[in-house]
C-alpha cells in the first residue's frame, strides 16, 4: 500500500470505484490501523480548479476516502499544490479557508496548513543550443541514470559526464 498518493480527483475517483483497486485501499486501512502513528499523504496538484460544484464533489469524494480507509481526518495529511492560488495575506486567510472545506479538516484540529510559497525563476533569454551541448545530451547515458536505485555510482557518472559535456 502507498503511504504517499500522488493523485487528482478522476483518478481517485477510478481508483475508489474500480474492483482492481480494492486491495490498495484495504491494505492503506490495515496499515493505517496498524499503528497511530501511520498517516497517509496525498498530494493534490491544481487545487484551484477544485472551486464551487467540482470543489464540492471532489470535497465529497476525499470524504469517501476516508470513509473507505475507516479513519479520521486527521490520519490523512493533505499537500494541495497550485500555481494558481494567489499572494499576499488575504491570499493566504483564502488559501487557509479554502483547504479546511476542501478537506474536510476541522479548525478544532489540532492538524493546520501551512501556505509554502516558491519564488518564481527568473530564466536568461537563450537560443538554439549550440553543437557541444546536443552532442552532450544525445550522449548521455539516460540508461544508466534510470538505474540509480540499483548503482548510484554509475548513475551520478553518467550526470558527470553530461554536466562536463554541457560545460
Same mark, same amino acid.
Given at each position: 500500500?502507498?503511504?504517499?498518493?500522488?493523485?487528482?480527483?478522476?483518478?481517485?475517483?477510478?481508483?475508489?470505484?474500480?474492483?482492481?483497486?480494492?486491495?490498495?485501499?484495504?491494505?492503506?486501512?490495515?496499515?493505517?490501523?496498524?499503528?497511530?502513528?501511520?498517516?497517509?499523504?496525498?498530494?493534490?496538484?491544481?487545487?484551484?480548479?477544485?472551486?464551487?460544484?467540482?470543489?464540492?464533489?471532489? %470535497?465529497?469524494?476525499?470524504?469517501?476516502?476516508?470513509?473507505?480507509?475507516?479513519?479520521?481526518?486527521?490520519?490523512?495529511?493533505?499537500?494541495?499544490?497550485? %500555481?494558481?492560488?494567489?499572494?499576499?495575506?488575504?491570499?493566504?486567510?483564502?488559501?487557509?479557508?479554502?483547504?479546511?472545506?476542501?478537506?474536510?479538516?476541522?479548525?478544532?484540529?489540532?492538524?493546520?496548513?501551512?501556505?509554502?510559497?516558491?519564488?518564481?525563476?527568473?530564466?536568461?533569454?537563450?537560443?538554439?543550443?549550440?553543437?557541444?551541448?546536443?552532442?552532450?545530451?544525445?550522449?548521455?547515458?539516460?540508461?544508466?541514470?534510470?538505474?540509480?536505485?540499483?548503482?548510484?555510482?554509475?548513475?551520478?557518472?553518467?550526470?558527470?559526464?553530461?554536466?562536463?559535456?554541457?560545460?
Amino acid at each position: 500500500c502507498p503511504d504517499i498518493l500522488i493523485t487528482n480527483y478522476s483518478m481517485l475517483e477510478y481508483m475508489l470505484m474500480r474492483p482492481i483497486e480494492r486491495s490498495i485501499f484495504q491494505q492503506t486501512r490495515e496499515w493505517l490501523q496498524s499503528d497511530s502513528a501511520n498517516e497517509l499523504v496525498l498530494v493534490l496538484d491544481e487545487a484551484h480548479m477544485y472551486r464551487g460544484a467540482g470543489g464540492a464533489e471532489v %470535497a465529497l469524494l476525499l470524504r469517501r476516502l476516508l470513509a473507505r480507509l475507516e479513519v479520521p481526518r486527521e490520519r490523512v495529511r493533505f499537500i494541495l499544490t497550485s %500555481a494558481s492560488l494567489g499572494q499576499g495575506a488575504e491570499a493566504e486567510r483564502a488559501i487557509d479557508e479554502f483547504a479546511h472545506s476542501l478537506t474536510g479538516l476541522s479548525r478544532q484540529s489540532s492538524r493546520s496548513f501551512a501556505v509554502v510559497t516558491g519564488t518564481r525563476e527568473q530564466r536568461l533569454p537563450g537560443g538554439a543550443p549550440g553543437s557541444a551541448q546536443i552532442t552532450a545530451l544525445g550522449n548521455f547515458d539516460l540508461a544508466a541514470f534510470e538505474q540509480f536505485a540499483i548503482d548510484p555510482d554509475v548513475a551520478r557518472q553518467a550526470v558527470a559526464d553530461l554536466a562536463s559535456g554541457l560545460g
